[in-house]
């Protein structure tokens, strides 16, 4: 690299000198005299053209690019913030209506069986009930049947003692022919019987 | 012959010559591609964030990538403070890059490759760090060319070392990206001259031009690499100092 410099300026030193005065033409080719990057004859107007278009460029990029693409990035951050803390919410109200519903099936599970319970109960007391009634029914229609069999009894007794002395009375009648009063055989009768007891 | 000098490409043509005042302003092939290149970035920056989407797009996400390299590159270098420098180095990176890769076209001006330009935005640079450096820190600014903790006896020397080292980074940051440019561009050039030289000479000089083609396609893709790094270096180098304009104190 350095010899092709070197080669370039023994190259252009014996060139024909441009003749003074010949500077301003308009042209480029009499501006061999020196490496192109050293020369001073453009230096303004580099100068100046440079720092119009930096400074133009400099004024676009602070107010325009700048503000843009940071703009861009802000609003993209912010988006991604808010769809987490979205994420978040949706995360929590989900977890909120899972325990929602656990609890309304605990609750279901304790009502069903409070009912069942209760109708359990229900039924249990209605059966005891049923069973009281019909017991008490039984028990008094025993104590019915027991006082009429007592009764039954009793008169069949008495019709005993009633019948004894009638036949009592008739055995004397036509053993003894002794008219005897119905009175006296009802007594004896009686009497009889209450030994023989 | 022109077209195989490899110091042509550097050459300044008047397009529309202009004086003010015995100034010579003409506007120049240098000019013109000083314009191609605000063109060019400016085009690149604008059309592709135009739709502003969410989602970007390829050319959208290129200019994301961009600004938000160069933004930490800053930020690494300058901290969070340096980022009020960060469109300014936002726009040298841009100019600097956009200019070096039109340098790449064959027949095309490279901007970059003349000293004058590397050493105007260099200064640019170094004024931007002493004039906010003197606003910001009054006198306090010079604590950065006297390190703390230094013994009484060396001092001045040190100093001295301090004031040579900042006045010579504007030196040293325009030669580095201009003595890139320009070797890299009469390289190609010599190369490239080397194909059509040998291309003239006949079957021999076919078959012997295929070296240097190799090397120039080689050298091209070598330039391109070094066109993206010197503009990354001049961008980083210019947050380093910007840094010194904030914190002057070593």
Known sequence: MAEAFRIQLAQAEPGPAPAPGSETAGT??????????????????QLFWLAVTFLFFYWLITKVVVPRISGILAARRERISADIAEAERAKEATEKAAAAYEKQLADARAGAFRIAEEARGQAKAEADATRARIEGDLNRKLAEAEARIGDIKSKALADVGAIAGEAAEAVVKSLADVNVSTQEVGDAVHAALNERR | MAAE???????????????????????????????LTVLGAGAFLLLSTGSRRVVPGRWQSAAELT??????????????????????VFALFMFVLVANLWGLFPYFF????????????SLAVILTVLIYGLWRHKLHFFHLFVPSGVPKAILPFVV???????????????????ANMLAGHITLKVFAGFVTMLGSLGAVGIVGAILPLAATVGLTALELL???LQAYV??????????????PGH
């Open chain 1, 28 to 45: 480029v080719e009499p501006e061999h005299k020196s490496f192109p990057p050293f020369d001073a004859t453009h230096f303004a107007s």
């Open chain 2, 5 to 35: 000098d490899p110091i042509h490409q550097f050459h300044i043509e008047r397009l529309v010559p202009i004086h003010i005042g015995g100034l010579d302003i003409s506007f120049t092939n240098a000019a013109l591609f000083m314009v």
């Open chain 2, 67 to 88: 600004y938000e390299f160069v933004a930490k590159t800053v930020r690494d270098s300058a901290g969070e403070e340096g980022m009020r420098f960060f469109p300014f």
């Open chain 2, 110 to 121: 490279t901007v970059t490759a003349q000293i004058i330009v590397t050493a105007a935005l």
């Open chain 2, 160 to 178: 001295l070392i301090e004031v040579l080292s900042f006045v010579s980074r504007p030196i040293s940051l325009s030669i580095r990206l201009f």
């Open chain 2, 226 to 228: 070094v066109a993206a």
């Open chain 2, 234 to 247: 001049f961008a980083v180098l210019a947050s380093l100092y910007l840094n010194d304009a904030l914190h």
